[in-house]
């Protein structure tokens, strides 16, 4: 059984471009989650999503970012417009329905130049 | 909101040594604690959990952690590390109704001398 696939595992984008974080649960998983890690920091919970259903977002900063987990194919974390801020690592996980327990991806290091 | 604190940012032993990691987390209510270890380029894998019941919990590659719920506390202990045990450790807790929320601590790197 094939953990939670994330890609790509590094992404370097230039200012004002577009990042696009791509997420594959773990098979019968239906719940993703996103946290991003800065420098120095512990994992920060985003958005936790289920099929076609945004859940709880209370961690996504207000502008720039969104998220989607459509009926077919991954999850996407998407940043419009990145600033250097956004360097970050972003960790993806899943989980089956009803389960505390969440899995994690190996996470994508973004780096905005 | 709640947090978690882990005391230590890097911890050095020699392989054999006795090991101990401090995790304190700040939230009232009832909670669910886990630690959760990365080894170097590898994803974060589960090393035990606590829902419930015996406060001291096995996990995996001999860790166990003991809940103390008056100090808050969840300490992740280990008798006689090993080199393959250097990694970064990180504890984390959720709670009540948003039980999938994860609050992580900003983790402890632990680096084990052959």
């Known amino acids: 059984n094939a953990g939670v696939m994330q890609n790509p595992r590094h992404l370097v984008r230039r200012r004002g471009q577009e990042a696009r974080l791509r997420c594959s649960p773990m098979k019968g998983h239906s719940h993703v989650y996103w946290y991003r890690q800065l420098p120095e920091e512990g994992l920060k919970f985003m958005v936790y999503l289920q099929k076609e259903n945004i859940i709880d977002e209370s961690g996504m900063p207000k502008e720039r970012f969104s998220a989607e987990f459509p009926k077919e194919g991954p999850s996407i974390l998407r940043i419009q417009q990145v600033v250097r801020g956004d360097s970050a690592a972003y960790f993806c996980a899943s989980s089956p329905y009803g389960a505390n327990e969440q899995f994690f991806g190996p996470g994508t290091r973004l780096t905005v130049l | ?114």
């Open chain 2, 1 to 114: 909101a709640q947090s978690v604190s882990q005391h230590n940012h890097h911890v050095i032993l020699s392989e054999a040594a006795s090991l101990e990691l401090g995790c304190n987390y700040s939230y009232g209510g009832t909670v669910n604690l886990f630690w959760y270890v990365q080894y170097p380029g590898q994803h974060l894998q589960l090393l035990l959990k606590y829902f419930s019941g015996d406060p001291l919990v096995k996990g995996i590659k001999g860790f166990e952690a003991e809940f103390i719920k008056s100090k808050f506390s969840f300490n992740l202990r280990k008798p006689s590390v090993q080199w393959s045990d250097t990694a970064e450790y990180f504890c984390a807790v959720n709670s009540g109704g948003s039980n999938y929320k994860l609050t992580f601590g900003k983790g402890t790197l632990l680096t084990v001398n052959p």
